[in-house]
C-alpha cells in the first residue's frame, strides 16, 4: 500500500501543479473535494464491493446487465465449485434468478491496438459476472480474460491469490474505460449530438418551434467537436493514446454503430431491456428516469402548442426532411418518419436527454473515477495473466503505464472535470426565444420540477458514503459542450 500512495502522491503533484497553470479558464476548482475522492479511490479501488458499485454509479453506468442465463463460453460453475462461493452462488443463481449480473466486452474481441515498442498493446474481450448478495452489494465473482476458455485463457475468481484476482481486475476496468470513452462518451452522446445538431442546423428556419427548443441543448457541440477531433483524436491525444490506437478507434465505432438502437438510447426502454429495473442502489437509474420523465413531460407540452393532433406532425413537412436526414445521413437506427405527436414527444425527449443529462453522467465523473489511474486505465502494456499464481506487485506496475503517459490521461481527465465559467445549465433558457406565454409557463414549471428533483437528490446523498451528483439538475449541462 506504500508503494500505491507514493505513486499517488507523485502523480497528484504533478497534474495539479499543471492544472492550475494552464486552466484557467475553468471555474475555480475545489481541490479538497478533488483530494477526498483521490484519497478514497487509493483506498477502496481494490475492494470487490466498490468495484461493483462503479458498474451502477461510476462514471459508466451502460455495460451491466441482468444475466437469466449463464454464456455458453463462460463455464464457471465447475470452478465456483471448488470455492466457498459456490453455496452463495446456487443459491443466487438457482433460487433466486435475478441476482446474477454479467458484463460482456465481446466487442473488443480481435479489435487492433497501437504497437508500442514492436508490441501490440493489450485488450481483453472479458466476461466479468458479478452476484448481487442479500445485503444489496453487487460484487465480482468471476472473470475469463476473453471469449474463449482455454488453458491460457483461465477462469479467475476471488479466492485466486490477491494479486492475481486484483490485475485480472484491472484488466476488466481496461476494456470498460476504452468502451466508455470511444462508446458510451465519444459515439452515443459527443457525435450523436452532432447529427441531431446539423440536422436542425439544415431542415428547421429559427422560427420553427422545434429549432427554438432544440437548438439551446446543440450550444458549443459543434465546437468542442471540432476541438475532440484535433486534441482527443490526434497523435497525442487522449484516444489516440489509449490501447486501440486510431485504427481500432475506427473499428469498434463502426462495428458498435451498426449493433445501436434507438431504443437503446431511451433510457426506459434500457433500463428494461438490460433487466435493471429492481436491482437496489442504482442512483444513475433513479436520478435519469425522475429527468427523463421531466424531460418528456415538458416536451410533451411545448410541442403541444404547435402539434395539437397527428394531422400536423404529419403534414409538417420541414419536420418529416429532418427526421429522414438523421436516418439517412446519420444513424440508420432511427424512425425514418413521424406519424404522431407521440413518436415526435419521445423522440426529442431522447434528444435533449442525450445532450444534456446523458453526458452528464458518463462525462462528469472522468476525474472521479480516473483520478486513480490503476482503477480505470486506458492503457495496459503487458499481457493479461494465463497462469494462476505468478503475479506480482513489479508484473503489475510493470502492466500499468509509464507515469508520463499516466499523467497525461489524468490531466485530460481533469479538463473535462468542471463547468465553463458561461456554462448554461439543463432548463435554463437564457435567449427565451419562445415569447408566447404559455410557452412560458411551461419552462417555468419544468425549472419547478428540476429544483424538486435536486432536493430530492440532494436528501438521498446525505446518507450516502459515496454521493451521486452526477444527474443533480444544477450540474447538468444543458448540451454537449465540454
Same mark, same amino acid.
Given at each position: 500500500s506504500?508503494l500505491?500512495?507514493?505513486?499517488?502522491?507523485?502523480?497528484?503533484?504533478g497534474f495539479?501543479?499543471?492544472?492550475v497553470?494552464?486552466c484557467?479558464y475553468?471555474?475555480?476548482?475545489?481541490?479538497?473535494a478533488i483530494?477526498?475522492?483521490i484519497q478514497?479511490?487509493? =483506498?477502496h479501488w481494490k475492494?470487490?464491493?466498490?468495484?461493483?458499485?462503479?458498474?451502477?454509479?461510476?462514471?459508466h453506468?451502460?455495460?451491466?446487465r441482468n444475466?437469466?442465463?449463464?454464456?455458453?463460453?463462460?463455464p464457471?460453475?465447475?470452478?465456483?465449485?471448488?470455492c466457498?462461493?459456490?453455496?452463495?452462488f446456487?443459491?443466487?443463481?438457482v433460487?433466486?434468478?435475478?441476482n446474477?449480473?454479467?458484463?460482456d466486452?465481446?466487442s473488443?474481441?480481435?479489435?487492433?491496438?497501437?504497437?508500442v515498442?514492436g508490441k501490440?498493446?493489450?485488450?481483453?474481450?472479458?466476461?466479468?459476472?458479478?452476484?448481487l448478495?442479500?445485503a444489496?452489494?453487487?460484487?465480482p465473482?468471476?472473470i475469463q480474460?476473453?471469449?474463449?476458455?482455454? =488453458?491460457k485463457?483461465?477462469i479467475?475468481?476471488?479466492?485466486?491469490p490477491?494479486?492475481?484476482?486484483?490485475?485480472?481486475?484491472?484488466?476488466?476496468?481496461?476494456a470498460?474505460?476504452v468502451?466508455?470513452q470511444?462508446?458510451?462518451?465519444?459515439?452515443k452522446t459527443?457525435?450523436?449530438?452532432?447529427?441531431f445538431?446539423v440536422a436542425?442546423m439544415r431542415?428547421f428556419?429559427?422560427?420553427?418551434?422545434?429549432?427554438?427548443?432544440?437548438?439551446?441543448?446543440?450550444?458549443?457541440?459543434?465546437q468542442?467537436?471540432?476541438?475532440?477531433?484535433?486534441?482527443?483524436?490526434g497523435?497525442?491525444?487522449?484516444?489516440?493514446?489509449?490501447?486501440?490506437?486510431l485504427?481500432?478507434i475506427i473499428?469498434?465505432?463502426?462495428?458498435?454503430?451498426a449493433?445501436?438502437t434507438?431504443?437503446?438510447l431511451?433510457?426506459?426502454?434500457n433500463?428494461?431491456?438490460?433487466g435493471?429495473?429492481?436491482?437496489?442502489?442504482?442512483?444513475?437509474r433513479?436520478?435519469g428516469?425522475?429527468?427523463?420523465?421531466?424531460?418528456?413531460?415538458?416536451v410533451?407540452?411545448?410541442?403541444g402548442l404547435y402539434?395539437p393532433?397527428?394531422?400536423?406532425?404529419?403534414?409538417?413537412?420541414?419536420?418529416?426532411?429532418w427526421?429522414?436526414?438523421?436516418?439517412?445521413?446519420?444513424f440508420?437506427?432511427?424512425?425514418?418518419?413521424?406519424?404522431t405527436v407521440e413518436?415526435?414527444?419521445?423522440?426529442?425527449t431522447m434528444?435533449?436527454?442525450t445532450?444534456?443529462?446523458?453526458h452528464?453522467?458518463?462525462n462528469?465523473?472522468q476525474?472521479?473515477?480516473?483520478?486513480?489511474?490503476?482503477?480505470?486505465?486506458l492503457?495496459?502494456?503487458?499481457?493479461?495473466?494465463?497462469?494462476?499464481g505468478?503475479?506480482?506487485?513489479?508484473?503489475?506496475?510493470?502492466?500499468?503505464?509509464?507515469i508520463g503517459d499516466?499523467?497525461?490521461?489524468?490531466i485530460?481527465?481533469l479538463?473535462l472535470?468542471?463547468?465553463?465559467?458561461?456554462s448554461?445549465?439543463?432548463?435554463?433558457?437564457?435567449? =427565451?426565444r419562445?415569447?408566447?406565454?404559455?410557452?412560458?409557463r411551461?419552462i417555468?414549471n419544468?425549472q419547478?420540477?428540476l429544483?424538486?428533483?435536486?432536493?430530492?437528490?440532494?436528501?438521498?446523498?446525505?446518507?450516502?458514503?459515496?454521493?451521486?451528483?452526477?444527474?443533480?439538475?444544477? =450540474?447538468?449541462?444543458?448540451?454537449?459542450?465540454i
Open positions: 506504500n500505491w500512495s507514493s505513486h499517488s502522491g507523485q502523480r497528484c503533484l495539479k501543479k499543471a492544472f497553470s494552464n484557467s475553468h471555474v475555480d476548482i475545489n481541490m479538497d483530494v477526498w475522492l478514497y479511490l487509493a =483506498e475492494d470487490d464491493a466498490f468495484y461493483g458499485y462503479q458498474f451502477l454509479n461510476g462514471v453506468p451502460s455495460m451491466i444475466c437469466p442465463h449463464l454464456p455458453s463460453n463462460f464457471c460453475v465447475p470452478l465456483l465449485h471448488q466457498l462461493l459456490y453455496c452463495i446456487l443459491c443466487l443463481f433460487i433466486q434468478k435475478g446474477i449480473f454479467l458484463c466486452y465481446k473488443l474481441e480481435g479489435l487492433p491496438t497501437r504497437v515498442e501490440s498493446l493489450p485488450l481483453t474481450a472479458a466476461l466479468c459476472l458479478l452476484y448478495d442479500t444489496g452489494t453487487l460484487k465473482i468471476a480474460l476473453g471469449q474463449e476458455p482455454s =488453458e485463457c483461465p479467475f475468481v476471488p479466492s485466486d490477491e494479486l492475481d484476482w486484483l490485475l485480472v481486475k484491472i484488466f476488466v476496468k481496461n470498460d474505460s468502451i466508455h470511444i462508446i458510451s462518451h465519444l459515439m459527443h457525435l450523436l449530438a452532432e447529427v445538431a436542425t431542415h428556419p429559427d422560427v420553427h418551434p422545434l429549432y427554438k427548443l432544440l437548438t439551446p441543448h446543440f450550444r458549443y457541440t459543434l468542442i467537436n471540432a476541438a475532440a477531433r484535433r486534441a482527443l483524436l497523435p497525442t491525444g487522449l484516444l489516440a493514446r489509449s490501447t486501440p490506437g485504427e481500432g473499428e469498434l465505432l463502426r462495428r458498435h454503430l449493433e445501436t434507438y431504443s437503446s431511451c433510457l426506459p426502454d433500463i428494461a431491456e438490460r435493471l429495473q429492481n436491482i437496489p442502489n442504482f442512483y444513475y433513479d436520478d428516469l425522475k429527468l427523463w420523465t421531466a424531460i418528456n413531460s415538458f410533451r407540452a411545448m410541442l402539434y393532433t397527428d394531422d400536423e406532425v404529419s403534414g409538417d413537412a420541414e419536420l418529416q426532411r427526421i429522414q436526414d438523421i436516418f439517412t445521413k446519420g440508420l437506427g432511427m424512425p425514418e418518419s413521424f406519424i413518436a415526435v414527444v419521445k423522440f426529442v434528444v435533449i436527454f445532450t444534456s443529462a446523458q452528464a453522467a458518463v462528469s465523473g476525474f472521479d473515477y480516473y483520478s486513480w489511474f490503476p482503477n480505470s486505465p492503457q495496459l502494456r503487458k499481457a493479461p495473466p494465463t497462469t494462476k505468478l503475479v506480482t506487485m513489479d508484473t503489475i506496475l510493470e502492466t500499468l503505464p509509464n499516466t499523467v497525461s490521461f489524468i485530460s481527465s479538463v472535470y468542471k463547468k465553463y465559467m458561461d448554461v445549465v439543463l432548463g435554463s433558457y437564457p435567449e =427565451e419562445f415569447c408566447e406565454p404559455a410557452a412560458k411551461i417555468e419544468f419547478k420540477e429544483s424538486s428533483i435536486e432536493e430530492r437528490i440532494i436528501t438521498r446523498n446525505a446518507s450516502l458514503e459515496v454521493p451521486y451528483c452526477y444527474l443533480k439538475p444544477s =450540474e447538468i449541462e444543458n448540451s454537449v459542450s
